[in-house]
């Protein structure tokens, strides 16, 4: 049964587990956060190695959680966002299967190339449907917040998430560059 979950140091093997396949096919920075110090934020260093230690991991999820209010340091570029994991939870336990993200706002670089919602989904975990389910859960987050319609982007090429957005009503507006940009309904 898959579910959304706030970032839980109870999770930390199976997120960096996660973040490993990821850094196998070289998407790793959909799980890890690097960035480098800068004014008004003090940089972080979040890799699959730093992650293993559990006192790195729950600073980790400490910031991810504060990340979805205003006031938190944030890299340059980067709005509010509420950033959650997908978890499959079964009989044998929980595992991190995937992320999804919901940008509160839209800068012009979102407006044209990333939208409100990013996901990622472990390769291990693909084809089971948990990107669709996740973008299904996520749309009450956003219409709770006052969002809607979201736009959620992917590329002209990636026809497994053309399908996740289609699946949850997704309407194709245009092609930017590379980028097919669809609007997604939040409040049905």
Same mark, same amino acid.
Request: charged letters at 20%; one cysteine or more; proline letters at 7%.
């Given at each position: =049964?898959?579910?959304?979950? /706030? @970032?839980?140091? &109870?999770?930390?093997?199976?997120?960096? +587990?996660? %973040?490993?396949?990821? !850094?196998?096919?070289?998407?790793?920075?959909?799980?890890? =956060?690097?960035?480098?110090? /800068? @004014?008004?934020? &003090?940089?972080?260093?979040?890799?699959? +190695?730093? %992650?293993?230690?559990? !006192?790195?991991?729950?600073?980790?999820?400490?910031?991810?959680?504060?990340?979805?209010?205003?006031?938190?340091?944030?890299?340059?570029?980067?709005?509010?966002?509420?950033?959650?994991?997908?978890?499959?939870?079964?009989?044998?336990?929980?595992?991190?299967?995937?992320?999804?993200?919901?940008?509160?706002?839209?800068?012009?670089?979102?407006?044209?190339?990333?939208?409100?919602?990013?996901?990622?989904?472990?390769?291990?975990?693909?084809?089971?449907?948990?990107?669709?389910?996740?973008?299904?859960?996520?749309?009450?987050?956003?219409?709770?917040?006052?969002?809607?319609?979201?736009?959620?982007?992917?590329?002209?090429?990636?026809?497994?998430?053309?399908?996740?957005?289609?699946?949850?009503?997704?309407?194709?507006?245009?092609?930017?560059?590379?980028?097919?940009?669809?609007?997604?309904?939040?409040?049905?």
């Amino acid at each position: =049964m898959l579910r959304l979950s /706030e @970032p839980d140091p &109870a999770l930390r093997t199976s997120y960096v +587990d996660a %973040l490993r396949e990821l !850094d196998g096919e070289g998407n790793g920075h959909y799980f890890a =956060m690097v960035h480098a110090p /800068e @004014p008004g934020y &003090a940089g972080a260093n979040f890799t699959a +190695d730093t %992650l293993q230690d559990p !006192d790195t991991f729950t600073e980790f999820c400490s910031r991810t959680v504060a990340m979805t209010q205003p006031d938190s340091p944030r890299p340059a570029g980067w709005v509010t966002g509420t950033y959650l994991w997908m978890v499959d939870d079964t009989p044998a336990g929980s595992e991190v299967v995937g992320r999804i993200s919901l940008r509160h706002a839209l800068t012009p670089w979102l407006l044209e190339v990333a939208g409100h919602v990013g996901y990622a989904v472990r390769p291990s975990a693909r084809r089971r449907g948990h990107a669709t389910r996740a973008l299904g859960l996520i749309l009450p987050i956003a219409a709770a917040r006052g969002i809607d319609p979201v736009l959620v982007t992917c590329d002209e090429d990636n026809v497994a998430s053309r399908k996740v957005i289609e699946a949850n009503g997704g309407v194709l507006e245009d092609v930017r560059g590379s980028k097919m940009r669809f609007w997604v309904a939040t409040s049905r």
